[in-house]
């Protein structure tokens, strides 16, 4: 049974920092692809990150130079770290590892709040 379980958000003050984490279990995660995705409060689900299976990052122009992207194949996880954070970073965050259309996974989704 694949399971990714996702942690670490929390409330946060503009311009502090968080750290998710998502752990997988359940398949070979090195040959996954993985990303985050963000879902703003009325809105929808939008990738803000990835990284290949080889370490490849991707950033949206929202997030560049802010958040980093990181995995460690060996501990079957996957981390976001969010600095400078600002209440549009507000929302749910979604883990999400894909291999192909019909092997892709998502992540129960953390809340990350940032407000003053």
């Known amino acids: 049974q694949v399971q990714l379980v996702e942690s670490g958000g929390g409330l946060v003050q503009p311009g502090g920092s968080l750290r998710l984490s998502c752990k997988a279990s359940?398949?070979?995660?090195?040959?996954?692809?993985a990303a985050w995705y963000h879902q703003a409060p009325g809105k929808s689900r939008e990738l803000i990150t990835s990284?290949?299976?080889?370490?490849?990052?991707y950033y949206y122009d929202t997030v560049k130079g802010r958040f980093t992207i990181t995995r460690d194949n060996a501990k079957n996880t996957v981390w976001l770290q969010m600095n400078t954070l600002v209440p549009k970073d507000t929302g749910v965050y979604f883990c999400?590892?894909?291999?192909?259309?019909?092997?892709?996974?998502w992540g129960q989704g953390t809340q990350v709040t940032v407000s003053s």
């Open positions: 999400y590892l894909g291999l192909t259309p019909d092997r892709d996974y």
């Open positions: 359940g398949i070979i995660f090195s040959d996954y692809f």
């Open positions: 990284i290949t299976s080889s370490g490849t990052q």
